[in-house]
Every structure is written in structure tokens, then in C-alpha cells.
């Protein structure tokens, strides 16, 4: 997060500087530490915030620390920027301006930013404290020059881009989600190494503002991980906005010139002003002092926890990113108030059944929910494939609909969701319900009772109940019917 105050005047630095000045105001002052604290949440991104939040609406005495900026990542250099950006791209189609498009992600930052201020917790009755930390014991951590006691700790302290050894990449000094957006002049060529859920979304919308874009993927496709028609059909809404793919194709070295870096591949090289590292994360997690309390950490820095949030020193949890590999603000939303109710009250709560969806907001959207057909057979469990093409449906063909899919998978010969992909228009919203089924244990059999508007995209969701009540439709069932109609004839 730049500081506006310390550069030359830029398109959106007065949204910097409101935006600095209420979730790392530099003028504030850390409050006098309490004897003891119920609970000390490391960490004020999205799973340490709704802790803090929670536990003192509960009456809880609460220390919030924070070495950065309050709201973590997806305020300041995840969810919202690069949301703000993909909308107003998309909006201004053809003719969005860099300069526009990164003034409008810093209003949008700035106009969220009072909803996780440091004012704003302090209102609520926690106590803020901003600088690093570290443990002194399982019960003890400093911040600056203070150290706080406390029953419980919850770390949330998140994760952040992850650098890989590729030769000469350190010296690119490549961007990452938290520098991108501090960009103050458009590139006029951008190589983004890595075609996941970051890179696509980036890709698209630096390829919008008239960028020459090149992705780099070692996988043969791009979104490796979703539903291989999915990610065909981004790949190709991708290289319709001008984004070169270069697929199967691991980066052996960066290179340097005069004109900026050199990607060099097996079979080719590339050209950029700048590189973009959308290649996985790394939790924050060297920093705190765990080995003197017995926290244990995986080779990727995530702190290990069972299924009530607990590392392997009871009295200390974590939340979030720093402990998951399902790394969204949501999920780390329920992990916070599962850390709660542990923390504070007998260790009841799980994220053993937490079904966790997620959404790649390109255009088209890809969404995803529970298992996939991949999954599903390397664990060996046999299912039923539904599946919705948006052409099929009236509201579809009335919008001239761009190709795609809602395809639910379902417990062989019953109606269970294991899972479900979605891709095309508002896909993350249309995937909505069939996380309340999923949550709530409903079938595609309830489906056939639902009456749903029409025209709507919603209808995919009738559909694909009609077509399992057509599977209801057995031989013996059959024949019956046709007793029974050819007797009321």
C-alpha cells in the first residue's frame, strides 16, 4: 500500500491516503495493555477481524494486533481491488483507461476501508495494537514495546504471494497482489507467470487496459485445477481479449536487458517491462516466535490444526489463511467463528463439514463447489454426471448467451451433491444455492418442488431436477403408469 503522502501526485492518492490513515493511521497510538485478555488474535485481516469483532460483541476482553494495514489482503491488495478493477473493465469495455481504472479500485478501497478501521474496532471495544508480534510464552506476546497476557491467542496472520527460485526472478523485482495495485503507470507489456484464479483474473484485466499480457503456465491449461471445460472456455474468452497463453511452458530463467526482463521457456522468449508472480502462497508465519511455544508449521509455513482450529499447543489456535489451503476470505470467515466458540467456551465447533465454494471472477465467472469428477474417482466413489448448457435455457437465447455450463455431480443413483461447476454469467451467484442444499442436506430432488422466475438464468436449477426425476422414471415404474393410464382410458 503506497503512501500517497510520500509520492508525487497520482490518479486516486487522495483515496491512498484516506485509506492509510484509517487502517494504519500514523499518528495513532497503541493503548495501555490490560492485566489479562481473553483472547489476543494476531492478525486483522478477514479471520482476525471477525474474531476480535465477535468476541468482544460477546463481552470479551480482546487485543487485536496488526502489522500492517487492518483488513489484511482482501482489503487492501486482494478481493476488493481486484474485483473494483474487473468490474470497471468490464463496465468500460474497449475503452477503459489505466489511469481511471486504478483511481476507481483506490476510491472503492477507500470508500470500504472505515468498515475494518482501526476506529472502528476501537469503538467496539478492542483494544488495537499496531506493530509486529512475537510470543514470549503460550500465553504472552509482544508487540513494540509492550507485551500482552492473554487465556487464548488465535493467530490469523495470513499468507502472502510466494516467490519461486526461478533464476533471475528476484532481480525482475516482480510484482505480486500486494505491489500490483500500487501501480501508478500502465506497462505496456506484462508477463504474469502462473494461469491460476490470480493470474486469469489479472490477466484480464490488464489485457482490457490495453496491455500487452503473457501468461506462463506449466500446466497444459489454464485454471489446472477446475473442470476442464471450464477452464477451456476462460482460456478462450482470455485469448479473445488479447491475452497470449503459453501453455506447458515452465519458466527456466528471467533475463535482463535494456527493455526490461527476458522470460525465457524451453521453446521460446518473451519480452516484458514487467513480470507479475501469481504462483501460489506462503503463510506469514516465520516471524512469531512459534518453536518456543510448540506450534508446529508444514513446509508451506501453515500452522497444523485439527479440526477444532487448535494447534499442537492447545492454548494457542489459528484461523484463516495461515493455517488452510482453501485460502478465501469466506472460508476464513467460518474459521473465525468456529476460533471463537473455542477459544472462549467449551471446544465444540468443526470445520470438519465446512463445504467451501469458490469463483474465478473472470469473464466468463468459474465457479466451483465440493468434489470434482477427478476427485471423486481417485477416492473411487462412483456418481451421476447433471449437466445444463446456458443455450438450453430461454433466458439464454433471449441474451445471445456466451457458451457455458452448470454440471452437478450427484452420489451414484441417488440425488446427494458432491459437487458442482458453474461457468459463464454471474456463476458465483448462481452457484448460491446449491450451497444452501449442499449445507443443508437438500437433493436435486427438492429442486423438482421449487417454482423459480422465468425467464432466469436461475431456471438451470429446475432443469437439472426435471432431469433427475426423469431418472426416477425406472422400467417397473414405467410400466405401471401405463397400466394405470391405459385403465383410466
Same mark, same amino acid.
Given at each position: 500500500?503506497?503512501?500517497?503522502?510520500?509520492?508525487?501526485? &497520482?490518479?486516486?492518492?487522495?483515496?491512498?491516503?484516506?485509506?492509510?490513515?484509517?487502517?494504519?493511521?500514523?499518528?495513532?497510538?497503541?493503548?495501555?495493555?490490560?492485566?489479562?485478555?481473553? @483472547?489476543?488474535?494476531?492478525?486483522?485481516?478477514?479471520?482476525? +477481524?471477525?474474531?476480535?469483532?465477535?468476541?468482544?460483541?460477546?463481552?470479551?476482553?480482546?487485543?487485536?494486533?496488526?502489522?500492517?494495514?487492518?483488513?489484511?489482503?482482501?482489503?487492501?491488495?486482494?478481493?476488493?481491488?481486484?474485483?473494483?478493477?474487473?468490474?470497471?473493465?468490464?463496465?468500460?469495455?474497449?475503452?477503459?483507461?489505466?489511469?481511471?481504472?486504478?483511481?476507481?479500485?483506490?476510491?472503492?478501497?477507500?470508500?470500504?476501508?472505515?468498515?475494518?478501521?482501526?476506529?472502528? &474496532?476501537?469503538?467496539?471495544?478492542?483494544?488495537?495494537?499496531?506493530?509486529?508480534?512475537?510470543? /514470549?510464552?503460550?500465553?504472552?506476546?509482544?508487540?513494540?514495546?509492550?507485551?500482552?497476557?492473554?487465556?487464548?491467542? @488465535?493467530?490469523? !496472520?495470513?499468507?502472502?504471494?510466494? @516467490?519461486?527460485?526461478?533464476?533471475?526472478?528476484?532481480?525482475? !523485482?516482480?510484482?505480486?497482489?500486494?505491489?500490483?495495485?500500487?501501480?501508478?503507470?500502465?506497462?505496456?507489456?506484462?508477463?504474469?507467470?502462473?494461469?491460476?484464479?490470480?493470474?486469469?483474473?489479472?490477466?484480464?484485466?490488464?489485457?482490457?487496459?490495453?496491455?500487452?499480457?503473457?501468461?506462463?503456465?506449466?500446466?497444459?491449461?489454464?485454471?489446472?485445477?477446475?473442470?476442464?471445460?471450464?477452464?477451456?472456455?476462460?482460456?478462450?474468452?482470455?485469448?479473445?481479449?488479447?491475452?497470449?497463453?503459453?501453455?506447458?511452458?515452465?519458466?527456466?530463467?528471467?533475463?535482463?536487458?535494456?527493455?526490461?526482463?527476458? /522470460?525465457?521457456?524451453?521453446?521460446?522468449?518473451?519480452?516484458?517491462?514487467?513480470?507479475?508472480?501469481?504462483?501460489?502462497?506462503?503463510?506469514?508465519?516465520?516471524?512469531?516466535?512459534?518453536?518456543?511455544?510448540?506450534?508446529?508449521?508444514?513446509?508451506?509455513?501453515?500452522?497444523?490444526?485439527?479440526?477444532?482450529?487448535?494447534?499442537?499447543?492447545?492454548?494457542?489456535?489459528?484461523?484463516?489463511?495461515?493455517?488452510?489451503?482453501?485460502?478465501?476470505?469466506?472460508?476464513?470467515?467460518?474459521?473465525?467463528?468456529?476460533?471463537?466458540?473455542?477459544?472462549?467456551?467449551?471446544?465444540?465447533?468443526?470445520?470438519?463439514?465446512?463445504?467451501?465454494?469458490?469463483?474465478?471472477?473472470?469473464?466468463?465467472?468459474?465457479?466451483?463447489?465440493?468434489?470434482?469428477?477427478?476427485?471423486?474417482?481417485?477416492?473411487?466413489?462412483?456418481?451421476?454426471?447433471?449437466?445444463?448448457?446456458?443455450?438450453?435455457?430461454?433466458?439464454?437465447?433471449?441474451?445471445?448467451?456466451?457458451?457455458?455450463?452448470?454440471?452437478?455431480?450427484?452420489?451414484?443413483?441417488?440425488?446427494?451433491?458432491?459437487?458442482?461447476?458453474?461457468?459463464?454469467?454471474?456463476?458465483?451467484?448462481?452457484?448460491?444455492? +446449491?450451497?444452501?442444499?449442499?449445507?443443508?442436506?437438500?437433493?436435486?430432488?427438492?429442486?423438482?418442488?421449487?417454482?423459480?422466475? &422465468?425467464?432466469?438464468?436461475?431456471?438451470?436449477?429446475?432443469?437439472?431436477?426435471?432431469? &433427475?426425476?426423469?431418472?426416477?422414471?425406472?422400467?417397473?415404474?414405467?410400466?405401471?403408469?401405463?397400466?394405470?393410464?391405459?385403465?383410466?382410458?
Amino acid at each position: 500500500m503506497p503512501d500517497a503522502a510520500a509520492q508525487p501526485a &497520482y490518479p486516486g492518492a487522495a483515496y491512498d491516503q484516506a485509506h492509510r490513515n484509517l487502517v494504519f493511521p500514523p499518528d495513532y497510538r497503541n493503548p495501555i495493555p490490560r492485566d489479562r485478555y481473553h @483472547i489476543i488474535v494476531i492478525g486483522a485481516g478477514p479471520a482476525g +477481524l471477525i474474531t476480535a469483532i465477535a468476541a468482544a460483541g460477546l463481552g470479551a476482553k480482546v487485543a487485536l494486533i496488526e502489522r500492517h494495514a487492518m483488513g489484511g489482503d482482501c482489503l487492501n491488495v486482494g478481493c476488493v481491488p481486484s474485483k473494483a478493477l474487473l468490474e470497471f473493465t468490464a463496465q468500460h469495455r474497449g475503452a477503459a483507461a489505466f489511469d481511471d481504472a486504478f483511481a476507481w479500485l483506490r476510491q472503492v478501497r477507500a470508500g470500504i476501508a472505515p468498515h475494518d478501521s482501526v476506529a472502528r &474496532y476501537s469503538d467496539a471495544g478492542v483494544d488495537v495494537f499496531l506493530g509486529e508480534a512475537r510470543f /514470549i510464552d503460550e500465553q504472552t506476546v509482544q508487540v513494540r514495546d509492550q507485551r500482552l497476557n492473554g487465556r487464548r491467542v @488465535i493467530v490469523a !496472520t495470513g499468507a502472502r504471494a510466494a @516467490i519461486p527460485p526461478i533464476p533471475g526472478l528476484g532481480e525482475a !523485482t516482480p510484482l505480486t497482489n500486494e505491489t500490483v495495485f500500487d501501480l501508478t503507470q500502465r506497462p505496456e507489456r506484462l508477463a504474469i507467470l502462473g494461469a491460476g484464479a490470480i493470474g486469469c483474473e489479472l490477466a484480464q484485466v490488464f489485457a482490457r487496459l490495453d496491455v500487452a499480457v503473457h501468461v506462463f503456465e506449466m500446466a497444459p491449461r489454464v485454471l489446472p485445477l477446475e473442470h476442464p471445460d471450464a477452464s477451456g472456455l476462460v482460456a478462450q474468452a482470455l485469448t479473445n481479449d488479447g491475452v497470449m497463453l503459453h501453455l506447458d511452458a515452465p519458466v527456466e530463467r528471467v533475463a535482463h536487458g535494456a527493455s526490461g526482463a527476458r /522470460i525465457v521457456t524451453a521453446h521460446q522468449q518473451v519480452e516484458a517491462d514487467q513480470v507479475l508472480v501469481a504462483l501460489g502462497r506462503r503463510a506469514n508465519t516465520e516471524d512469531l516466535n512459534l518453536d518456543v511455544v510448540g506450534v508446529e508449521t508444514t513446509d508451506r509455513g501453515l500452522i497444523r490444526v485439527d479440526g477444532r482450529l487448535r494447534s499442537t499447543n492447545p492454548r494457542i489456535l489459528a484461523a484463516g489463511d495461515v493455517c488452510s489451503s482453501l485460502q478465501f476470505t469466506h472460508n476464513a470467515d467460518a474459521h473465525a467463528r468456529v476460533a471463537v466458540q473455542n477459544a472462549l467456551f467449551a471446544p465444540t465447533a468443526s470445520i470438519a463439514k465446512l463445504v467451501v465454494p469458490r469463483c474465478t471472477y473472470t469473464d466468463p465467472e468459474l465457479a466451483q463447489v465440493g468434489a470434482s469428477a477427478t476427485q471423486l474417482s481417485e477416492r473411487g466413489q462412483p456418481f451421476d454426471t447433471y449437466r445444463v448448457e446456458w443455450t438450453e435455457l430461454d433466458r439464454g437465447r433471449a441474451e445471445l448467451a456466451a457458451p457455458g455450463f452448470a454440471e452437478v455431480l450427484t452420489a451414484k443413483g441417488g440425488d446427494q451433491i458432491l459437487g458442482a461447476t458453474l461457468v459463464g454469467h454471474d456463476a458465483g451467484e448462481q452457484l448460491a444455492a +446449491l450451497c444452501v442444499m449442499m449445507n443443508n442436506g437438500l437433493g436435486l430432488g427438492a429442486l423438482g418442488r421449487t417454482l423459480l422466475p &422465468y425467464p432466469t438464468r436461475s431456471e438451470y436449477l429446475r432443469r437439472l431436477g426435471d432431469a &433427475y426425476g426423469r431418472t426416477r422414471l425406472t422400467p417397473l415404474v414405467a410400466r405401471l403408469f401405463r397400466g394405470w393410464l391405459g385403465w383410466l382410458a
